[in-house]
């Protein structure tokens, strides 16, 4: 019987199984291989990290980890999950089963791509979620915005702030009310409500938006926020409760809704950002480091 099992092996996870690891419980951690910053070339924002591949991030986390001999790291994935009579957990795998006392989901989002040619291919490159994460590299050229509702508003005025050429493009018919309009005119922000039809790159770095009437719109970088979903359905197997954000709900000691489960990392988060999920991470270990040590 492992101590924690934890289901997700990128930073939040891992930064949770280095604390426990250090407290010398038994943690294995089971990972699908599947970061949600898989198609994003350099990691920034990040202290003592900026520019670097979070692959080469990941690889060299996973080495230190596995160098706590009470830390077990498996590359497979969690199938199904279940809480058992005696509130421990029993985790199946392609592997096999494995039990813990504890279980920590830190099983990430996944985003909801538009099924517009080229979108995909550009995506974590040159079509882009976070202007504190990416911002700073495309700053000062013209930028496209593809987001419609009254965020838009407020997703506009923020962007502002690293491009002041911005197009707007609402894949349809506005939504938005009178404010955001009145913004949009006041800031000189350009509003395309024409459809998208396609995305035209060169091995992902974007070269114009094409629109359903036949117009291309050049433009070096898009911004997209997208809805994101669970990437795993464990946490609703279990019966954790989500927020309307869809995310795992959590107090703040990371605990959901369910005894005995833990979350950390995007699933739980609204900071996607991975300054946030090693932190969340190093701190969920510690509770659980805690709670092991003293019973509670």
């Not at 101590?3 to 407290?23: E, K």
């Not at 990691?43 to 980890?65: E, F, W």
């Not at 070096?220 to 809805?227: D, E, F, G, K, S």
Request: hydrophobic letters at 45%; aromatic letters at 6%; charged letters at 15%.
């Amino acid at each position: 019987m492992l101590d924690v099992l934890i289901i997700g092996g990128s930073y939040a996870g891992l930064s949770a199984a280095m604390a426990l690891g250090r407290a010398r419980r038994s943690v294995l951690v089971l990972d699908a291989g599947r970061p949600r910053n898989r198609f994003t070339p350099h990691a920034h924002n990040l202290l003592l990290h900026d520019g670097d591949a979070p692959a080469d991030l990941a690889a060299r986390a996973r080495q230190q980890v596995a160098a706590y001999p009470s830390v077990q790291l498996l590359a497979t994935e969690a199938t199904a999950a279940t809480r058992q009579p005696d509130g421990t957990f029993a985790v199946a795998t392609p592997l096999g089963t494995y039990q813990a006392g504890r279980l920590l989901l830190a099983t990430g989002m996944r985003d909801e791509l538009p099924p517009v040619p080229g979108f995909a291919e550009c995506w974590g490159q040159s079509v882009i979620h976070c202007p504190f994460c990416h911002g700073y590299e495309v700053a000062d050229q013209p930028t496209g915005v593809w987001l419609n509702g009254e965020e838009a508003g407020h997703y506009v005025r923020m962007l502002l702030n690293w491009s002041r050429t911005l197009t707007l493009f609402t894949n349809g018919p506005a939504t938005f009310g009178p404010d955001v309009h009145q913004l949009l005119q006041s800031q000189g922000v350009v509003l395309e409500e024409t459809p998208v039809a396609a995305l035209a790159h060169q091995d992902g770095q974007l070269i114009a938006v094409h629109l359903a009437d036949g117009r291309a719109l050049p433009l070096p970088v898009l911004y997209a926020r997208l809805p994101a979903r669970q990437a795993s359905s464990l946490g609703v197997q279990l019966g954790c409760e989500l927020t309307e954000q869809h995310l795992l709900r959590i107090d703040e000691l990371h605990r959901t809704t369910v005894p005995g489960v833990f979350a950390a990392g995007d699933c739980s988060s609204p900071m996607p950002q991975l300054a946030q999920a090693i932190a969340a991470g190093n701190l969920v270990g510690g509770i659980l480091s805690r709670e092991l040590i003293f019973g509670t």
